[in-house]
């Protein structure tokens, strides 16, 4: 059986595009990981961003 794998920023992605997150709500969790933590850079932070629809 193959299992899809998907990382924090994936399933963040994920939630945004499906509509049960705005992407103001996104940006705030983006946010609220890296203040806790979460090892990104704010290159890749951007990347995510700039690829919204």
Same mark, same amino acid.
Request: hydrophobic share 45%; aromatic share 4%.
């Given at each position: 059986? +193959?299992?899809? *794998? /998907?990382?924090t920023?994936?399933?963040? +992605?994920?939630a945004? $595009?499906?509509? %049960?997150? $705005? /992407?103001?709500?996104?940006?705030?969790?983006? %946010? /609220?990981? /890296?203040?806790?933590?979460? +090892? %990104?850079?704010?290159?890749? %932070?951007?990347? *995510?961003?700039? +690829?919204?629809?």
């Amino acid at each position: 059986m +193959r299992l899809a *794998v /998907k990382g924090t920023l994936g399933l963040l +992605r994920l939630a945004y $595009d499906k509509g %049960i997150i $705005d /992407k103001n709500r996104l940006v705030q969790a983006l %946010i /609220k990981l /890296k203040e806790h933590g979460f +090892r %990104i850079s704010n290159e890749i %932070i951007n990347e *995510v961003l700039k +690829r919204l629809k």
